[in-house]
């Protein structure tokens, strides 16, 4: 059972424009999430997080939104820069682990 | 510079040889964890530990072992690699800060033949 979900494989932007990463997870108990970034040959790369007490929280150009009612998490780059083309992973607690959906791979066109 | 250092980046090796991929981490935390990442799949966990002397199994354990001797080291050991533990494989540390996730290392890719 996949408790957290991304449904978008791949996503491509143009620069300058909003990329909206989205998540969907089925256990209402987490209590946070977080989101990583990704470049080909590196390691995963802490983004940004969110407690489940918010429902947003902001860092520069990357806004993280909660629905907790929908079950649903977004990523929001503003301006998209063709830097962040990666692949993105949202993630949950699970215990002593994060649960990782299966990335969206976003590329940022110039 | 805080991080998690793996190696070797690359490895090609043959079925039924042993081989321990090595980790390590300057940042004094506590956890750790190894997980693979395939396609399609994402990031799935293979072991992790609390602290030293204390380890358990993730989602996919099977054909791996780990060891935590020293807080800072958490080698993955293949002891007989078959075709299926192709794999990229990342190490990960974190400290009792839960919302600054896991630091991850550079990833080893595996290909076992």
């Known amino acids: 059972d996949q408790q957290v979900k991304q449904n978008s494989p791949s996503l491509s932007v143009q620069e300058g424009r909003i990329s909206i990463l989205n998540c969907d997870y089925t256990n209402s108990m987490f209590d946070y999430f977080l989101w990583y970034k990704k470049y080909p040959a590196e390691g995963p790369t802490f983004l940004i997080s969110?407690?489940?007490?918010?429902d947003k929280n902001e860092d520069g150009r990357f806004t993280v939104f909660l629905n907790k009612s929908a079950k649903h998490l977004s990523l929001h780059i503003v301006p998209s820069q063709p830097g962040d083309s990666a692949v993105y992973f949202c993630a949950a607690p699970g215990t002593y682990k994060y649960i990782f959906g299966t990335g969206t791979r976003l590329k940022v066109l110039a | 510079e805080a991080q998690v250092t793996q190696n070797p980046r690359y490895l090609i090796t043959v079925t039924g040889k042993k081989l321990t991929v090595t980790c390590s981490q300057n940042?004094?935390?506590?956890?750790m964890s190894w997980y693979r990442q395939d396609p399609g799949l994402g990031l799935r966990q293979i072991y992790y530990s609390m602290n030293v002397e204390v380890t358990d199994k993730g989602d996919v354990p099977e054909g791996y072992k780990v060891s935590r001797k020293e807080k800072r080291n958490f080698p993955l050991i293949l002891e007989s690699p078959s075709p299926n533990q192709t794999s990229l494989y990342f190490c990960a540390s974190r400290g009792t800060e839960k919302l600054y996730g896991y630091t991850f290392g550079s990833g080893t890719r595996l290909t076992v033949v």
């Open positions: 969110i407690s489940s007490i918010k």
């Open positions: 940042m004094n935390h506590e956890y």
